[in-house]
């Protein structure tokens, strides 16, 4: 054989084992996918407003459809469950909490239906139809799971219920007591009441917020895409679907996310924030087409269409090393009041040792804030997380750049060491 003829098939022998070794490592993740689906035990279900409604309103045969599957999900029970005697009262073998947009959609909708013109983007529009459509989007998730014997419950949040922390246990009280009760709770933003400080941006940064709240081990986005797309579906209509993400936070997010969906105030850059911000809880998630018939139910091999294949969609691996849920609560209880620049030594201290922020680091303060407050730490314009400052914007100039004996100098004996402790900092955050 000659040169060209060896190289060929040393090239070809390469290529073999490159596709061997990749098929291998396909094969891995999508056990681990349908291990941690068969295991998970709570699971917070988001479904988009473009999932449920269009330009009618809500769509009876879809959340028809979801209801069924959800029924079933929360009937299987879980690798390791306990079989059995039913307790009394009856519980499912998983329990399920919903986050359901459309309320503004079906409001849209019923006030059109009486020759009303609803569709201003203004705030005010927006909470008005918000008000009109929550019951109509209540009643109709009612009835879709009634065939199932399953009763719901309404629960409308702010912001503001979880950035009090009595307000946060409260709330984790009454989802914990009603899913022990076998109740669904369908969960919506409180957009009649919100106001742009206390509003969560969108169901899907509330879903996220729900995952730390309610303990769940599973997080399911149903969407009007197909997945994740490799590229700007937008720009590239034929983009694949990328069947997994290894590593959330590295995603180049202006390549991969499109534009808003009509009927919704998402789109895929806010379900991969909230993807990233689950990952950080150890808890993946799985972004799946709503509207694909028994897409939920395939996910969890509950469907007689099953036929052992990767069901579609994609699945979002879970950080290897889940932050404490604690440093998640006060990173995402409410948006940075402000940012804090620090320099390159300071930069690489926070991010390479875990150390906490000194003042001699911070060169720049941007906002007024008080003291207590949840800032951003920066540097050349790149985030670095998030943290809860011991000084106010005010004094923090003051002291900015300066050693130690020199802020006492300053602001007395009565002042921190820190900045921000490490305690009160988490890095990488999906703000």
């Avoid at 922390?165 to 899913?179: D, H, I, Q, S, V």
């Avoid at 534009?259 to 991969?272: D, H, N, V, W």
Wanted: positive net charge.
């Amino acid at each position: 054989m000659n040169d060209a003829g060896r190289k060929a098939g040393s090239l070809e022998r390469a290529r073999g084992a490159c596709a061997a070794a990749a098929s291998a490592e396909d094969a891995a993740w999508a056990l681990e996918r349908r291990r941690l689906l068969a295991r998970a035990r709570c699971i917070v279900v988001k479904v988009g407003s473009a999932v449920l409604a269009d330009a009618d309103g809500l769509d009876a045969g879809v959340l028809a459809s979801l209801a069924a599957q959800m029924a079933a999900v929360r009937a299987a029970v879980p690798q390791g469950g306990q079989g059995g005697t039913e307790p009394v009262p009856p519980v499912p073998a998983r329990r399920v909490v919903l986050v359901s947009s459309g309320a503004v959609a079906a409001g849209r909708a019923a006030l059109g239906a009486r020759g009303m013109d609803a569709r201003g983007r203004d705030l005010a529009a927006r909470q008005a139809a918000a008000a009109v459509g929550q019951g109509l989007l209540m009643r109709a998730w009612d009835e879709a799971f009634q065939p199932f014997g399953i009763a719901t419950a309404q629960v409308l949040l702010t912001r503001d219920d979880l950035r009090s922390r009595p307000r946060f246990l409260n709330a984790r009280n009454t989802f914990a007591e009603l899913l022990r009760w076998g109740v669904l709770p369908i969960v919506n933003e409180n957009d009649t009441v919100s106001v742009s400080e206390l509003k969560f941006g969108d169901n899907d940064c509330l879903a996220s917020l729900l995952v730390n709240l309610v303990g769940a081990d599973l997080f399911i986005n149903l969407t009007s895409a197909r997945g994740v797309c490799a590229h700007d579906p937008q720009a590239d209509p034929h983009a694949p679907v990328l069947a997994r993400i290894e590593d959330v936070a590295r995603l180049d997010l202006g390549r991969l996310c499109g534009a808003k969906t009509a009927a919704g105030t998402g789109g895929m850059r806010s379900k991969l924030m909230a993807a990233r911000r689950a990952a950080q809880l150890g808890v993946p998630t799985l972004i799946l087409r709503g509207r694909e018939p028994e897409a939920l139910a395939r996910a969890f091999g509950l469907s007689g269409a099953d036929d052992g294949t990767v069901p579609s969609g994609t699945w979002v691996c879970p950080a290897r090393h889940a932050i404490p849920r604690r440093k998640f609560w006060l990173a995402y209880q409410s948006e940075p009041a402000g940012s804090v620049i620090v320099d390159a030594g300071a930069a690489a201290a926070l991010m390479r040792e875990g150390s906490s922020l000194l003042p001699g680091g911070v060169r720049e303060v941007s906002g007024a804030f008080p003291k207590g407050a949840l800032v951003r730490v920066e540097h050349e314009g790149r985030p670095l997380g998030v943290g809860l400052t011991n000084y106010s914007a005010a004094d923090l100039r003051k002291i900015m750049g300066l050693k130690r004996h020199e802020v006492a100098a300053i602001l007395g004996d009565a002042h921190y060491p820190d900045v921000i402790h490490r305690d009160n900092l988490l890095l990488d955050a999906a703000i």
